[in-house]
């Protein structure tokens, strides 16, 4: 994973200023030291050397069942090939109801041409976004957050396994071989992250397998981590 030395507090603390909506007002009242912790996980983010990264309430956060059924055959040829993909994931209706015990997301993004998300390029960009989440997750358990939780952007079979024929924590007596970078996919449980992204400002359009490389707009991969 990409670590940028730089330090970005400056970043961090005007991100923390333009988003006063976003916040609720569970994490109003709980004072400087989690807003501190909350810059620091901006920087975090941000020394990554990711796009951008913001915060949002947990509570505005929408879920679709019907975006989950994308994960299902034969839209999607991993389903069922990892721990992190339906059907071993939360439901839609039950990562809805876990909303409440959050009262922030941080979402970050990579900005990428279309032509590196509809190629295997794509990969090293989704794998970096799946540790950056799980690094998230760690440092916001380690500041206090103790049901952080990180999410990221598709399977993560063919990012971290994709020589292996099965997932090991699948296997009997077995666990993930990537316990600290692998995170659920955010589609899996329903996640509505165009929606997301009108909330915070993100410019997004539909791409897909028959979008052309050359004419289709820039995109992005993304990935999150609740705090709570």
């Known amino acids: 994973m990409v670590d940028d030395s730089r330090s970005h507090p400056d970043e961090a603390q005007s991100v923390l200023a333009r988003q006063a ?11 400087q030291q989690s807003h501190l912790a909350l810059e620091r996980l901006l920087q ?12 949002i309430a947990a509570e505005r956060l929408q879920v679709d069942p019907r975006l989950a059924e994308l994960c299902l055959p034969p839209q999607c040829p991993h389903y069922g ?7 071993f994931t939360p439901s839609p209706d039950d990562f809805r109801a876990s909303l409440a015990q959050y009262e922030q997301a941080l979402v970050f993004k990579f900005d990428l041409p279309a032509a590196v ?25 380690a500041e206090g957050f103790a ?36 995170r659920p996919s955010l589609s899996a449980v329903g ?3 165009f929606d997301l992204c009108r909330q915070l400002g993100w410019q997004i359009e539909r791409i897909t397998r028959a979008s052309d490389p050359a004419s289709a707009p820039a995109g992005m991969l993304a990935g999150l981590t609740l705090l709570g």
């Open 191 to 193: 996640l509505d992250f």
């Open 117 to 141: 998300l509809l190629s295997e390029e794509r990969h090293p960009y989704a794998r970096r976004v799946h540790q950056i989440a799980a690094a998230l997750e760690q440092q916001a358990l």
């Open 21 to 31: 909506r976003h916040y609720n007002t569970r994490v109003r009242t709980l004072g």
């Open 81 to 87: 090939k990892s721990l992190h993909c339906p059907p």
């Open 44 to 55: 975090a983010a941000f020394k990554q050397g990711v796009s951008d990264a913001l915060l």
């Open 147 to 182: 049901h952080a939780l990180g999410l990221a952007a598709g399977s993560c079979k063919p990012l971290f396994c994709h020589d292996e024929v099965n997932c090991s924590a699948l296997q009997p007596g077995s666990v993930c071989r990537f316990p600290d970078q692998a």
